[in-house]
């Protein structure tokens, strides 16, 4: 069974910054993978960046070159989202996959002028 709490999120407006967080209750370097999709309202959930065990990672296309995802400690991830737009307005959650997948509550983040 793992854990993830989240956290960070919030308002902000169209270029902005903002930074969430993911803390496990198990070390990452555990887990397949580890990082974030994001459901906005009437859609799909969609991925946004996930870190595999070895560090590669991955982006959705909708955020390549604006989002970053890394490794704060050996339990927390973390994910930059910079030059915010208002199609980036969704809940984002944290994910991992290990013996199955998990997932956290969700965060709102919320791009408005």
């Known amino acids: 069974q793992v854990q993830l709490v989240e956290s960070g999120g919030g308002t902000v407006q169209p270029g902005g910054s903002l930074r969430v967080s993911c803390a496990a209750s198990v070390t990452i370097f555990r887990l397949n993978h580890m990082g974030w999709y994001r459901q906005a309202p009437g859609k799909e959930r969609e991925l946004v960046a996930v870190?595999?065990?070895?560090?590669?990672t991955t982006y959705g296309d909708s955020v390549k070159g604006r989002f970053i995802i890394s490794r704060e400690n050996k339990n927390t991830v973390l994910l930059q989202m910079n030059s915010l737009k208002p199609e980036d307005t969704a809940v984002y959650f944290c994910?991992?996959?290990?013996?199955?997948?998990?997932w956290g509550q969700g965060t709102q983040v919320t791009v408005s002028s």
């Open positions: 870190l595999n065990s070895g560090g590669a």
């Open positions: 994910y991992a996959q290990y013996d199955t997948n998990y």
